[in-house]
């Protein structure tokens, strides 16, 4: 089947494996306008998590930019966890915001739902998501 252009494929790129048991991933800009999968099932064992971490500003990320995440959990038990890298060490750090929040921070969501994140500035992404935790 031909590829639609309102289609949104999967990202081709794999995600780590950490040593807490948890995916991670870094955003490329071969990222964009394409969607990450949490990965979980019975065929991971204890994997459970992702951790999306937002490149600092200067990867080369155009304004516009829009990535996919996606959390397909009916249990309520698995988050994918939004941080910006470079977040806990110092100033050099993209931003992420949630909509009704006045901070930047590292956000997290679970259940079975898609979420957006966009770049709206060479240094600011919106995480569109419901019920988003603050993780900071």
């Known amino acids: 089947?031909?590829?639609?252009?309102?289609?949104?494929?999967q990202s081709n790129q794999n995600?780590?494996?950490?040593d807490q048991l948890n995916w991670n991933i870094t955003l490329t800009p071969g990222d964009r306008g394409k969607f990450i999968k949490n990965k979980h099932s019975p065929d991971y064992g204890n994997v459970a998590n992702l951790t999306v971490y937002v490149p600092q500003s200067s990867e080369e990320f155009p304004v516009g930019s829009i990535i996919t995440l996606i959390n397909f959990d009916n249990s309520n038990t698995y988050t994918i966890r939004v941080e910006p890298v470079g977040y806990f060490e110092g100033p050099n750090y993209s931003r992420v915001w949630?909509?009704?929040?006045?901070?930047?921070?590292?956000w997290s969501f679970k259940g079975i739902q898609t979420a957006t994140l966009m770049k709206v500035s060479p240094d600011d992404w919106i995480l569109t998501a419901n019920d988003v935790v603050n993780e900071d």
Request: aromatic letters at 0%; charged letters at 10%.
């Open 1 to 9: 089947m031909d590829h639609n252009p309102s289609d949104i494929p």
């Open 15 to 18: 995600l780590q494996l950490n």
């Open 98 to 106: 949630v909509a009704g929040q006045t901070n930047n921070s590292v």
